[in-house]
């Protein structure tokens, strides 16, 4: 690593009511991966779209510098043509497209105005074997998972002949196996001279990928640690997010658990466009009141698809099946009536499902129970800013205020509003799917508290998440699941990463002997 790639000196940046940067001096170096990590609202995705041309020249100050020469981008394009690409965290695809169509989207292979269809196929062939992605360049974009859409954008990235690859939380969605063929897939890039900067939350995966750590924190750069000598550990660097070391991930509690409070019996739903496939396929479980219970699975096993299906019928096509409330059936055919009944169902895509994002904090807080900020059918402005500012409170909310747009928080803010949403609904069964998705560490625990908070008031909580420790720390009793059924059901005390994989083999074993029989 010789020269600079990338340097910048004194940038600051103010979104609305916010100093989102502070006086940033950063610099990559060129066939590097350069993490960058700090907790939400440090200012990580902030820096990087001032160095895309997102934010253009003239919205910050201070200057950055590109191989020398000092750069004035007006938009991504701009940046595209030197050789910068970003992929956020919200990927940019359209699923009707296919993904030769998606890899060249305004970056056509054409002659005079005619796209050359053939000489896409035939690139588009090239950068999928780049990254390891063996499907049919026709395929629909709608047909492959989100592992695989990663891996498209990245393809589409490197059809831009890019020299510093900037990647947001790109393993945030995936299940292990996918991310760590990703970050092998970084390596491969840095090994070409490619120059990557990742910013995550997945400190195990920093540590293991990184050249150099960055830690923002409050839009400073509190250090810079070399990482190539592998003495960087996980609490080093959450020491440097945090200002504080966290010995304990997850917050001591002690269960008070009572009667059965919701139970879900032979549930079955098929798939919303093909009405003969079984997606869930009877599938039992119970929560009682003060218990926590965790739902495990590997990517694809229906986890998130029972969830939606429970809460009002909101996914999929259904066919057979009860939820019963403190032993009584109850209808949750609408998503009204399953509030009602007071089920509640937080997200794991808090930006398309769970937010108006162009709406303000106080807004998308109280919009789940209106009833309780108004009075003959009149919303009290004065009461939905009371509400919604003890919410922020209570959930240590980052934003100036309540007033505050809310696609101008960070994703950890944004996530702790959907959880105000529905708390302030006051549910009696609050289902929370992957809640720490794309959240650092301290807002984890945060959210970690709130959930034994919850559980201490008699609520009953599910917890679904692809990350195994977290369903293992928080929970009191988990259920397995695997191909759309309940592998296995298993105390938290008896829970180990080997007894979940172990069930979800069987199911797989017994599945597969099924179809030879």
Not at 49 to 60: A, D, E, R
Not at 483 to 490: C, D, F, L, P, T
Request: aromatic share 6%; proline share 3%; glycine share 8%.
């Amino acid at each position: 690593m010789s020269d600079v790639l990338l340097e910048m000196r004194g940038i600051k940046k103010e979104v609305p009511g916010v100093k989102a940067l502070k006086n940033v001096t950063f610099s990559v170096q060129p066939g590097e991966i350069h993490a960058l990590v700090g907790e939400s609202g440090a200012g990580k995705s902030t820096l990087m779209k001032v160095v895309s041309g997102v934010y253009p020249y003239g919205s910050y100050d201070g200057q950055f510098f590109y191989k020398g020469e000092e750069c004035r981008f007006h938009t991504i394009r701009d940046s595209e043509h030197k050789g910068i690409v970003i992929i956020h965290q919200e990927l940019a695809l359209i699923p009707q497209l296919s993904i030769t169509e998606n890899i060249f989207l305004a970056n056509e292979q054409a002659s005079a105005g005619v796209i050359n269809w053939s000489k896409s196929h035939a690139k588009a062939i090239e950068l999928l074997k780049k990254v390891g992605l063996h499907e049919t360049p026709d395929t629909k974009i709608s047909r492959i998972g989100v592992g695989k859409q990663q891996l498209v954008e990245i393809a589409k990235a490197l059809s831009k002949d890019v020299e510093l690859l900037i990647l947001d939380e790109p393993t945030s969605s995936l299940n292990e196996n996918d991310s760590q063929q990703l970050l092998q897939l970084l390596r491969e890039f840095r090994d070409q001279g490619i120059a990557c900067v990742l910013i995550s939350h997945k400190l195990k995966e920093v540590e293991s990928v990184a050249d150099t750590i960055t830690i923002l924190r409050d839009g400073a750069v509190i250090e810079s640690l070399d990482a190539t000598g592998g003495d960087v550990t996980e609490d080093r660097i959450i020491k440097g997010m945090v200002g504080r070391d966290m010995t304990h991930r997850f917050p001591p509690r002690e269960a008070t658990i009572g009667d059965v409070a919701f139970e879900v019996r032979n549930w079955k739903v098929a798939h919303p466009v093909y009405a003969d496939r079984m997606v869930i396929n009877d599938v039992s479980i119970n929560v009682r009141k003060g218990e926590v219970v965790g739902i495990a699975g590997l990517m694809g096993a229906g986890r998130t698809e029972f969830a939606m299906s429970i809460f009002g019928r909101s996914w999929g096509h259904f066919k057979s099946g009860q939820v019963l409330k403190d032993g009584q059936e109850v209808d949750v055919s609408t998503i009204p009536k399953a509030v009602d009944h007071g089920i509640a169902y937080v997200t794991e895509d808090r930006k398309t499902y769970g937010l108006v994002l162009m709406n303000d904090v106080k807004t998308n807080i109280t919009m789940a129970n209106l009833g309780g900020v108004s009075s003959g059918g009149v919303i009290s402005g004065p009461k939905e800013i009371t509400v919604a500012n003890e919410f922020r409170d209570a959930l240590s909310i980052k934003t100036p205020s309540v007033k505050q747009i809310t696609v101008n928080l960070s994703g950890g803010n944004q996530q702790k509003v959907v959880l105000a949403k529905w708390l302030f609904a006051n549910p009696d069964l609050l289902i929370l799917d992957e809640p720490t998705r794309g959240i650092d560490v301290g807002a984890k625990y945060e959210i970690y508290t709130i959930i034994n908070r919850l559980a201490a008031e008699g609520k009953a909580v599910i917890v679904i998440s692809s990350e195994l420790p977290e369903v293992l720390g928080v929970s009191d009793r988990i259920y397995v699941m695997a191909a759309g059924q309940i592998a296995a059901e298993m105390p938290a005390s008896e829970a180990t990463p080997e007894n979940v994989m172990s069930a979800i083999m069987r199911l797989a074993r017994a599945g597969a002997e099924e179809v030879v029989l």
